[in-house]
Nanobody
Framework: QVQLVESGGGLVQAGGSLRLSCAASARTFSSYAMGWFRQAPGKVREFVVA????????YYQDSAKGRFTISRDNAKNTVYLEMNSLRPEDTAVFYC????????????????WGQGTQVTVSS
């Protein structure tokens, strides 16, 4: 069983930055690939980015390339999402999730999910 807790969301102006964190309870955290997803109001949950268990490989959705950076610290059981140049269309609840597969872009490929953290970007 893996428990995930996101933090770091908030309200930011367009062009601003936020850093999300996701703390995991798993004793074998490094054995899981981690992903970030987001869900805007009235829309389906969509993949943003994933990172392999070692942290050596990453996979980005096109809209996240160049603006978002995923990283992980396996000693701290934490994965991060650095978001820069934020746009109003980035407004969503952001979720972290754990998977045994990499790269995994489907919601169904992830076994464990956090409760989400709200990111709101004002224009």
């Amino acid at each position: 069983q893996v428990q995930l807790v996101e933090s770091g969301g908030g309200l930011v102006q367009a062009g601003g930055s936020l850093r999300l964190s996701c703390a995991a309870s798993a004793r074998t955290f490094s054995s899981y690939a981690m992903g970030w997803f987001r869900q805007a109001p009235g829309k389906v949950r969509e993949f943003v980015v994933a990172i392999s268990g070692s942290g050596g490989n990453t996979y980005y959705q096109d809209s996240a390339k160049g603006r978002f950076t995923i990283s992980r610290d396996n000693a701290k059981n934490t994965v991060y999402l650095e978001m820069n140049s934020l746009r109003p269309e980035d407004t969503a609840v952001f979720y972290c999730a754990a998977s045994s597969a990499f790269p995994a872009v489907r919601v169904s490929s992830y076994n464990y999910w956090g409760q989400g953290t709200q990111v709101t970007v004002s224009s």
